[in-house]
């Protein structure tokens, strides 16, 4: 966008400036993430703090920011053409997650002051954009969905009622659920549907902690009056039965569907559809379906663990960029080819799946396009990336809104599908099962579902002009059109025989070394190679019109006349036929349900091939996991690694092994040097986990994973300064998700937790989580921390033990070696880590000292602490209860109060 540059000036006298300079001072305050965009017929611009939001967005630049000035007024603004408006948009929306108000006239009046909101839109309702977000050159990568939210307290439970659309792949669905006063089981769905936007009713004081909670996981809130969670079910039921795609057999009432009987969902069902205006829409008609959501399908995963095992690149990140691959897991298992295996990637990563069944299935597809590099290679390199975003075709036929040339399209993939299933055809016997069931026959039934469709496009599109570049309806449909064809093939006859001509004038063969083609911007024209152009270069007869890497392009006055009488005939042919087009269009919707389950396997399969295609290429190729359904837990990973940290350039990654058994060690407490690794290796089982569950090989020398029931983890301390947290106050939130959620079929990984607060405080919140989670929940933990004191732990917990991270210190040097050794690591070498960072010298011999006068009072409190180690624990009790009791928002609750108490009882 650095390239781009904005117009100079408003095409205003100062009346109009003056005008819209009062006009603008009406409008009020707004939220800093919506942007107002004026659309002023050939160009757009925006004012006031906009004008320089907007300016460094698009421009990175303030410079471009202008000021009217009429009889002391003032208003900042800037302009920007069509391009740079639309790609300002694209922005916003899907990158920013801002809203967008669009301004155009009311009239025709002279003055600039007759302005009314034309389009509006925010990241979960882009409907009147489409055309801007998703034309040929922008693919739908990004899903739009949307949430709604009603809760209903009462003396005994919460109920809280969701309701999600999905425009962009038509789905709705409902889930009413009791959730406890931080809404866990709520975080765990929004991870899941990753919603760009919710609607409130309210911030009263039972919806703050939803805020907070949306806020965490970056989807952003509107707020909406309260009657529009109070809309008449009847009401509701009509517009479901107006949207809805009612499946075979089903009765056509949606007061029949199971899922209508949820009514605090449904309310809030009711206020997405009226916020959305979905029923305004004649192409939404009868498109949608309605599934109930089972949070128990999925491995819960909260915002914390998606954060800690870096899930996802940084907003804005393009899958295209040299930096997507290493920067997160999604990158590094995204090789899909089409934009539905994008989008369909991304929602598996948000889903692992706990169904021992379909994982099976995923690994065993994976598992034969792995060994088979050319089945892998054919159709990853040649097939997959041909294919076109079904999705988005089918959004431009319901809004009525698709030409020929999106039909043919349609058409395209017909015909290139079969010949994918040929490649599947030669599947092994061992995996036959997998892939007929999952992939073959379900694409080969939606081939089947599309004959007529087939066949319809084989009857009424002039396959032949296409070959030219040309969307046309076959001329035999009709007589005007036959006539219009008889006099194009005229004209076009005329070219071919100038053609003729001009090659014997300067020499070449005609339709070799020169040709008559056909773009939209240069009409028919002649085409040479860039060595030939010497042959033109002097003519007066012939004009060059550019020259390109294929050759150069050129015309002479008569090839020029005849392609602009082409034109002038092909565009009555066009409105000729336009009436037909419509009925094709018409027709063509009655097929959005088997191409949509296309688009669905389609992208099944992309995600599946991705799957082989990354760990075959892999610096290490990844492997298969065993997964275990029954029995008790087991994680044992050998020689596990990052897959994000090998991929980078100058990485040599050492491998560690992570060995958990029922019985045995359930928790492993991990010390070491800074630098040394720690939040690495947690990381890298994490992942490792997460990878198995959603199908996926994983980076190990061999792996046995048991199906756990939620990924939790607390990773990283940063300070959350736009959400008013602090670090302390993060870190509490997320652990005490932790403890509430984990059970024995949990897998935990925890970093450096006790930080910001005091030693003594934060020492002993670690002990007591470190304790619960070994004691109660016994779940598989792996617990980094710097505290020395947590390792004693492992004397009184028998499923508790000692890890460290090998590090050698020879003098002065300190040698990190990356290793994961059994034991306790005595010291963090936080001073030798600042002397590798280059610290000043006399910083380092400061901090050695104080380091030494430290240890020297550590040493003195030691001898004392026999008599007095009793009243320091408890000072730390107290501190932490008062802090229980003081801040509401510290979800740690009564356990891990009753932790530290018993803590103290047992030093006692």
Not at 288 to 316: C, E, I, M, T, W
Not at 667 to 672: A, D, E, F, Q, S
Request: aromatic fraction near 8%; charge should be negative; charged fraction near 25%.
């Amino acid at each position: 966008m650095s390239t781009l540059k904005p117009l100079q000036c408003l095409n205003l006298d100062k009346s109009q400036q003056k005008a819209f300079i009062e006009y603008y001072g009406l409008l009020g305050e707004k939220p800093a993430t919506t942007v107002r965009i004026f659309d002023r017929s050939d160009y757009y611009s925006c004012h006031g703090v906009d004008a320089s939001f907007v300016a460094k967005l698009l421009f990175k630049s303030a410079n471009g920011v202008k000021i009217m000035e009429v009889d002391g007024l003032e208003l900042p603004y800037i302009t920007l053409s069509k391009n740079n408006c639309e790609g300002l948009i694209r922005e916003l929306l899907l990158v920013r997650n801002y809203r967008v108000e669009v301004y155009a006239k009311s009239s025709k009046k002279k003055l600039d002051n007759n302005w009314s909101i034309e389009y509006k839109g925010s990241p979960g309702n882009v409907a009147h954009f489409e055309d801007i977000l998703f034309n040929n050159n922008n693919e739908m990568i990004n899903t739009t969905g949307l949430i709604a939210l009603h809760v209903r307290q009462d003396a005994k439970q919460r109920t809280v009622g969701l309701g999600f659309i999905d425009v962009d792949e038509r789905r709705m669905a409902l889930i009413e659920f009791v959730d406890d006063d931080f809404y866990t089981e709520l975080e765990a769905l929004i991870v899941q549907l990753g919603p760009k936007e919710c609607l409130l009713p309210n911030i009263s004081p039972e919806y703050e902690r939803i805020e907070q909670v949306m806020k965490r996981n970056n989807v952003k809130i509107e707020i909406r009056k309260k009657k529009e969670f109070a809309l008449d079910k009847a009401a509701i039921i009509d517009d479901l039965n107006k949207l809805l795609r009612f499946r075979e057999g089903q009765q056509q009432n949606a007061n029949t569907i199971p899922e209508a009987s949820n009514v605090v969902a449904l309310l809030a069902l009711g206020a997405a559809l009226n916020y959305l205006e979905l029923t305004q829409h004649i192409g939404n008609q009868g498109q949608f379906l309605l599934n109930s959501l089972d949070s128990k399908r999925y491995v819960h995963l909260d915002g914390a663990a998606v954060s800690a095992l870096n899930l996802f690149p940084q907003p804005g990140t393009s899958i295209y960029s040299n930096s997507y691959r290493w920067q997160s897991v999604l990158g590094v298992l995204d090789r899909c080819r089409t934009p539905q295996g994008h989008r369909m990637m991304a929602q598996w990563i948000k889903q692992p799946l706990r169904d021992y069944e379909m994982i099976k299935d995923r690994h065993d597809i994976v598992e034969y396009f792995y060994n088979d590099p050319t089945v892998r290679s054919e159709l990853h390199d040649n097939h997959m990336k041909k294919l076109p975003d079904i999705l988005l075709l089918l959004k431009r036929l319901l809004r009525r809104k698709a030409s020929l040339q999106d039909i043919f399209r349609l058409y395209q993939v017909i015909l290139r599908v079969p010949k994918i299933l040929s490649i599947l055809d030669t599947t092994s016997e061992m995996n036959s099962f997998a892939i007929r069931d999952n992939i073959f026959n379900p694409i080969k039934d939606c081939i089947s579902d599309l004959k007529l469709f087939k066949s319809m496009v084989e009857q009424i599109i002039d396959l032949d002009a296409i070959e030219r570049g040309e969307y046309l309806v076959k001329a035999t449909f009709d007589t005007q059109l036959h006539e219009r064809k008889l006099e194009m093939d005229k004209v076009y006859s005329k070219m071919e025989r100038h053609l003729s001509a001009v090659a014997h004038d300067i020499g070449l063969e005609a339709g070799t070394s020169i040709k008559l083609e056909f773009v939209s911007h240069h009409g028919y024209h002649f085409r040479i190679t860039l060595k030939d152009e010497t042959v033109i270069r002097k003519n007066n007869s012939y004009r060059i019109l550019d020259a390109i890497k294929g050759g150069v392009r050129f015309t002479s006055d008569k090839l020029h006349e005849y392609s602009e009488s082409f034109a002038a005939i092909k565009k009555d042919y066009e409105e000729q036929q336009q009436t037909i087009v419509s009925e094709v269009i018409r027709v063509a919707v009655g097929y959005v349900e088997p191409w949509t389950l296309l688009n669905s396997q389609i992208a099944y399969l992309d995600c599946l091939v991705s799957f082989a295609v990354s760990a075959a290429s892999a610096p290490i190729p990844y492997i298969r996991p065993t997964i275990h359904r029954d029995g008790p837990s087991v994680l044992k990973l050998s020689q596990v690694r990052h897959p994000c940290l090998e991929l980078q350039e100058d990485v040599s990654y050492i491998a560690n092994d992570a060995i958990f058994d029922d019985g045995k060690a359930s928790m492993y407490i991990i010390t070491g040097p800074n630098m040394g690794g720690k939040s690495t290796y947690i990381r890298s089982v994490g992942v490792a986990v997460l990878m198995a569950h959603v199908g996926a090989f994983v980076p190990c020398a061999s792996a046995e994973i048991s199906i756990v029931d939620s990924i939790l983890g607390r990773v990283g301390a940063d300070d959350n300064f736009s959400k008013g947290l602090s670090t302390f106050m993060v870190e509490m939130i997320e652990t005490a998700d932790i403890i509430r959620r984990a059970t024995n079929r949990s897998l935990v990984i925890i970093d450096e937790l006790g930080r910001g607060t005091s030693t003594y405080e934060g020492c002993g919140i670690a002990w007591s989580i470190a304790e619960w989670l070994a004691k109660e929940s016994y779940c598989f933990c792996l617990f980094a921390t710097h505290f020395q004191e947590i390792t004693d732990l492992a004397t009184y917990v028998p499923n508790v033990a000692n890890l460290h991270m090998e590090a050698i210190v020879d003098g002065e040097r300190l040698t990190l070696l990356y290793q994961v050794k059994p034991g306790v690591m005595e010291k963090s070498f936080g001073i030798q880590v600042a002397k590798l960072a280059n610290f000043p010298p006399i910083v380092i011999e400061m901090a050695e000292k104080f380091y030494n006068e430290c240890e020297d009072h550590r040493g003195t409190l030691k001898e004392k602490e026999d008599s007095h180690g009793l009243a320091v624990l408890k000072t730390c009790f107290d501190e932490i209860d008062q802090f229980d009791a003081n801040c509401d928002a510290f979800a740690l609750s009564s356990d891990s109060v009753q932790q530290v108490q018993s803590l103290f009882d047992y030093v006692k």
